[in-house]
């Protein structure tokens, strides 16, 4: 009896073992997504360098900013979620570059007080549904890349669906 | 005085005239989009065949059907609206394809009974903010497109921000 009890027993775990799994296995499939995912469109990219095809979305402050041509600078508030998948090939529709893996959402803050050394942006990711900021050394790495773009208040998007 | 007249008259015709032309550019840049515009998004591409980045947005019904994963088949009501833009190289970032010239907006509107012809699918397009319907001939050579898809409702979209 005690040995059919800890077959039983370890058919139990093993069962279980593979049922979280399967569950983790899915949630890796179907990831969770931030407040963003609601928001509209300003643009979309696809990131040679980076190999990603990505949407750039904007939170109400930055969509009105956009509309209202509110641009340069962005007003205090704007929120930008740049979310990105790996590039695929269409499986259907080989001249089709689709969303294969989800690579991150990113975001820029902006805030012209806290801000200031930045441009008045602040960066970071979303985790999960999280928002959550670079510290001051990693913004000044993301700000580097976006000084060529000063005269457009650093930004490399044009908002397109207004 | 008549010369002088004439002449300030040709004055003022010309002034209109560029002022018109000048209206009329403003308005190609910057085209009146739909309904669709505050819609959440589905899914990115990047057509190589047609040199066109798009975004695919869905309506409410779309929306949340994707995020139930309801979608085989999607429901009635479902309206999907897959905007595209010319392919222009980034010039400050030529690793980046992002949007140029505005292409147009398509429509796939749901309804099973009334599109059963074509797999429950209507086709369309907007003009400006009016989603317009295409006939049962036009939207029989976009269904003929959609049908490798069939296992999939006909749809080649995968819902990615859910």
């Given amino acids: 009896?005690?040995?059919?009890s800890t077959a039983a027993l370890l058919l139990a775990a093993a069962a279980f073992t593979t049922a979280t799994?399967?569950?983790a296995e899915t949630q890796a499939a179907k990831p969770v997504h931030g407040e963003y995912k609601?928001?509209?469109t300003l643009s979309v990219s696809h990131r040679l360098d980076k190999q990603l095809?990505?949407?750039?979305?904007?939170?109400d402050v930055a969509i009105k900013a956009a509309r209202a041509g509110n641009t340069k600078p962005w007003p205090d508030g704007t929120v930008f979620a740049k979310v990105g998948w790996k590039e695929?090939?269409?499986p259907n529709w080989p001249q089709a570059v689709v969303p294969g893996e989800f690579a991150g959402a990113e975001a820029m803050v902006k805030d012209s007080k806290k801000f200031a050394e930045t441009g008045g942006w602040g960066f970071g990711h979303w985790e999960g549904d999280k928002l959550v900021m670079?510290?001051?050394?990693?913004?000044a790495t993301c700000f580097a890349c976006h000084t060529p773009m000063k005269d457009?208040?650093?930004v490399y998007t044009v908002p397109v669906l207004q």
Same sequence: chains 1, 2.
């Fill in 53 to 59: 095809v990505r949407t750039i979305l904007g939170n």
């Fill in 1 to 4: 009896m005690k040995n059919a």
């Fill in 88 to 90: 695929k090939t269409h």
């Fill in 38 to 40: 609601d928001w509209s």
């Fill in 152 to 154: 457009n208040d650093y």
């Fill in 134 to 139: 670079n510290d001051k050394e990693k913004s």
């Fill in 21 to 23: 799994t399967l569950h």
